[in-house]
Antibody, heavy 118, light 107 residues
Framework: EVQLVQSGAEVKKPGESLKISCKGS????????IGWARQMPGRGLEWMGI????????RYSPSFQGQVTISADKSISTAYLQWSSLKASDTAMYYC???????????WGQGTLVTVSS | EIVLTQSPATLSLSPGERATLSCRAS??????LAWYQQKPGQAPRLLLY???NRATGIPARFSGSGSGTDFTLTISSLEPEDFAVYYC?????????FGGGTKVEIK
């Protein structure tokens, strides 16, 4: 069974750094793209970017280019989303998702809630 | 970046009724469009992909149509568990985008 398990909720202050994770299991981690999506409180889904763990090829949506860094460690089947300096506007639920053979995200993590507040 | 516009924003219907949701793209996405369902406190779930193909385990009451810029998700007869928010997503290029969502609520 394909599973994506995300790290737990985080509470941070503006200006702090953060790295959240998404661990894949039940499939060949290096063979499927993993993407990240943001959902701000009470709002819709926004696609942030995607990485191919096999070679670390990464593509960012224009709105998120330069704002976050997506990476992966294939030795431990884990993808990451990180910020170098958080803002209050980064407060949101963040989901990882696996792009399957159809090219679509059929498997999702449970989400990681990030709260940024002074 | 391709913009997806969903309408209506909210659809108020009763169980057993037919739901018709629309998704319009700012430029052609061919058939590279999917629909997701999201319930409160849950991750999105893939319903349909490539405009009209049901994902694994999705009931036949969910169907999709369209190509190019205009797409429709139809729920033939609403079940209580279908009341949720529905999003369309395109992948015609690497800058994937979601629509703003349609909330299907109980009338």
């Amino acid at each position: 069974e394909v599973q994506l398990v995300q790290s737990g909720a985080e509470v941070k202050k503006p200006g702090e750094s953060l790295k959240i994770s998404c661990k894949g299991s039940g499939y060949s981690f290096t063979s499927y793209w993993i993407g990240w999506a943001r959902q701000m409180p009470g709002r819709g889904l926004e696609w942030m970017g995607i990485i191919y763990p096999g070679n670390s090829d990464t593509r960012y949506s224009p709105s998120f280019q330069g704002q976050v860094t997506i990476s992966a460690d294939k030795s431990i089947s884990t993808a990451y989303l990180q910020w170098s300096s958080l803002k209050a506007s980064d407060t949101a639920m963040y989901y990882c998702a696996r792009r399957d053979g159809s090219g679509w995200c059929s498997s999702w993590g449970q989400g990681t809630l990030v709260t940024v507040s002074s | 970046e391709i913009v997806l516009t969903q309408s209506p924003a909210t659809l108020s219907l009763s169980p057993g009724e037919r739901a018709t949701l629309s998704c319009r793209a700012s430029q052609s996405v061919s058939s590279y469009l999917a629909w997701y369902q999201q319930k409160p406190g849950q991750a999105p779930r893939l319903l349909l992909y490539d405009a009209s193909n049901r994902a694994t385990g999705i009931p036949a009451r969910f169907s999709g149509s369209g190509s190019g810029t205009d797409f429709t998700l139809t729920i033939s007869s609403l079940e209580p568990e279908d009341f949720a928010v529905y999003y369309c997503q395109q992948r015609s290029n690497w800058a994937l985008t979601f629509g703003g969502g349609t909330k299907v609520e109980i009338k």
